[in-house]
């Protein structure tokens, strides 16, 4: 039986997309809740809230889930950062996230893009607090460390599945590896163990509960205590399909058991994304961490 609350879900998304576009007007913004097709886009464009995908709509992989155009990128725009912190001025939002796509072609992978982007957020009065949600930039070292010196209130970096499945989700010539990204995690953790980091996974991919536990424990090992853990939801018939469609009790059992293994905050549900709810991670303390 098809799950009812699906179409419900999007039933405002144009009205809502519509309004967010007139509110935005003029910045030449682009959001990852347009481009990735988010469930969640007419309850967050209704509380004013939005994820802003900076370095420009194309990116340099081609994860076979994600509904991002695959292909050569445009270079960055110098005008992005003002642009962005105008668009959280107008929204009047408290806490803004930032993403990108993966930008290969790039030296630095755009990172002195997100860099520039939260200097001027932190410009703002009131200043907004504010999460990268950052791609694995290769696992440089340089680059990662100067994201970590920027000091965002929070870090982002998806695992997004298990470690089987990473080879057929996740393909192409700059592919992500599963070690990378924990090991991008890790550095963080090292560069400053006082930094938020936060991770997501999507279910209903082929995983087993014994793959998803053992990610939950790599994660944690990394030195990540944020948490996020929605269902997949295949954007088009191009895509990976669905394997399964988990119920509410199993995402309820999901969050009681990441807690228990130690994480500080976890949303799990079938529509949660990365940023789905992204201040309620910050509103266990100030919005760093005591050290481990």
Not at 65 to 78: A, E, L
Not at 151 to 163: D, K
Not at 177 to 184: I, M, P, Q, T
Request: with cysteine; net charge positive.
């Amino acid at each position: 039986m098809r799950d009812k609350t699906i179409p419900e879900k999007k039933k405002l998304s144009l009205r809502e997309i519509d309004r967010m576009k007139l509110r935005l007007s003029g910045l030449n913004l682009n959001t990852i809740c347009i481009e990735a097709l988010c469930p969640n886009v007419s309850e967050c464009f209704s509380r004013g809230q939005a994820t802003f995908l900076i370095l420009g709509r194309v990116c340099t992989r081609n994860c076979v889930f994600c509904n991002v155009t695959h292909g050569c990128p445009s270079p960055p725009d110098s005008t992005e950062p003002s642009r962005v912190a105008e668009a959280v001025r107008r929204l009047r939002l408290r806490h803004v996230v930032l993403t990108s796509p993966t930008r290969d072609d790039l030296p630095d992978g755009g990172a002195a893009m997100f860099v520039a982007v939260l200097e001027a957020l932190r410009r703002l009065v009131p200043c907004p607090t504010v999460e990268l949600l950052i791609p694995d930039f290769g696992g440089d070292p340089v680059v990662l460390r100067s994201l970590a010196n920027s000091r965002p209130e929070m870090i982002g970096h998806n695992l997004e599945t298990v470690r089987r499945l990473y080879p057929r989700l996740r393909p192409g010539k700059f592919r992500a590896a599963y070690d990378r990204s924990l090991g991008v995690l890790r550095f963080l953790r090292e560069c400053d163990p006082s930094l938020c980091l936060k991770s997501a996974l999507m279910l209903g991919l082929g995983e087993t509960e014994e793959e998803v536990e053992g990610a939950l424990e790599d994660l944690l090992t990394a030195g990540c205590r944020y948490l996020s853990l929605g269902q997949y939801l295949a954007p088009s018939r191009r895509h990976h399909p669905v394997a399964r469609h988990l119920d509410s009790r199993e995402f309820v059992a999901w969050r009681r058991r990441a807690l228990s293994l130690g994480f500080r905050h976890v949303e799990s549900g079938k529509f949660v994304r990365s940023s789905y709810h992204a201040e309620a991670h910050l509103q266990q303390d100030s919005g760093r961490e005591s050290r481990d």
